[in-house]
């Protein structure tokens, strides 16, 4: 199975501030994505990725950017965090042949 | 724009006793059609996947499924379920072709109890 590591595991950070959550995969796969876990909504994407130099908003975007310089890397910044961002935050990999998507171990992430 | 629902959010159930659970999706061209488990504390974890072929699909775990297109449903089935089963399970589809993204359900909590 793919490798999907995040980093941190857990953050704290103050509302206001910046953040960057680190997904790399080492399967080369070419389809990266990030999700939030909340309570009562179950998984919701945030961005996603095709591919190096491609990326595309999901549902709950605002507030979120994704990069994708690399096959490895999909870093996910928060601007300026707020306390609506605290969450639970899976990175997921997956190939374009097989659409099974593997996910990290997730980072938590609470704002105050 | 796909969707998925799980109309069971909390499920309880006693050791032994049989487990299923809902799932109906929308989507306008063929599907993939997935189930995740999440034990407490750890990320999600493939059951079974459906792509193509016999609607009837084995997981593991003693899990299966069952694609009914008519119903749009993937309903998440174990005859028998043990406590070590106690987890979140979620549905997911995506558009068949490798492009797609994979949206969730809600997620159905799952206590079952020795």
């Known amino acids: 199975d793919a490798e999907i590591t995040q980093s941190p595991r857990h953050k704290i950070i103050e509302t206001g501030r910046q953040v960057t959550l680190a997904c790399h995969q080492t399967?080369?796969?070419?389809?990266m994505f990030w999700y939030r876990q909340d309570l009562g909504h179950g998984l919701r994407l945030i961005h996603y990725?095709?591919?190096?130099?491609?990326?595309n908003k999901g549902e709950v975007s605002d507030g979120y950017s994704v990069s994708r310089s690399n096959t490895e890397d999909l870093p996910l910044t928060l601007e300026s965090a707020a306390s609506s961002q605290t969450s639970v935050y899976f990175c997921a990999g997956g190939s374009r042949a097989n659409t099974e998507a593997f996910f990290g171990q997730g980072t938590r992430l609470t704002v105050v | 724009a796909q969707s998925v629902s799980q109309h069971n959010h909390h499920v309880i159930l006693s050791e032994a006793a049989s487990l299923e659970l809902g799932c109906n999706y929308s989507y306008g061209g063929t599907v993939n059609l997935f189930w995740y488990v999440q034990y407490p504390g750890q990320h999600l974890q493939l059951l079974l996947k459906y792509f193509s072929g016999d609607p009837l699909v084995k997981g593991i775990k003693g899990f299966e499924a069952e694609f009914i297109k008519s119903k749009f449903s993937f309903n998440l089935r174990k005859p028998s379920v043990q406590w070590s089963d106690t987890a979140e399970y979620f549905c997911a589809v995506n558009g068949s072709g490798g492009y797609q993204k994979v949206t969730f359900g809600t997620g159905t909590k799952l206590q079952v109890i020795p």
């Open positions: 990725s095709y591919g190096v130099h491609d990326t």
């Open positions: 399967w080369n796969h070419n389809n």
